[in-house]
């Protein structure tokens, strides 16, 4: 089974940019779509980018389209999510999750609901503040 781990987060202030990373270990992550996720104080959680196992297909949600970019990294085994012009509102505990794998590597982003089965990371923090 595949094991994913965030790292990237850390306080920056407004307009500034990080570069999140979800690395796999026990399974090529090329085999997964990843999906990014992330929860602020008080609020449900909230799918924000994906990216199908191929490659392929991205999504991102309304208000981080433009603003963030999803990217495989194979040959790391990574997905990096860049996010650019954070915002407060930007604050939250970003988590990265595997759906299941398929053979040969799918090209659809699964629905958010498709990840509550899946594998998950413990998350990384990110404080956007001036």
């Not at 997964?32 to 490659?55: M, T, V």
């Not at 990574?78 to 759906?99: F, G, I, R, W």
Request: proline share 7%; hydrophobic share 30%.
């Amino acid at each position: 089974q595949v094991q994913v781990v965030e790292s990237g987060g850390g306080l920056v202030q407004p307009g500034d940019s990080l570069r999140l990373s979800c690395t796999a270990s026990g399974w090529p992550l090329n085999y997964y779509a990843i999906g990014w996720f992330r929860q602020a104080p008080g609020k449900e959680r909230e799918g924000i980018s994906c990216i199908s196992a191929s490659g392929w297909t991205t999504y991102y949600l309304d208000g981080v389209e433009g603003r963030f970019t999803i990217s495989r990294e194979n040959a790391k085994n990574t997905v990096y999510l860049q996010m650019n012009s954070l915002k407060p509102e930007d604050t939250a505990v970003y988590y990265c999750a595997a759906e299941r794998p398929t053979i040969p590597p799918g090209s659809n982003c699964p629905l958010p609901v498709e990840f509550e089965s899946g594998f998950w990371g413990q998350g990384t923090q990110v404080t956007v503040s001036s």
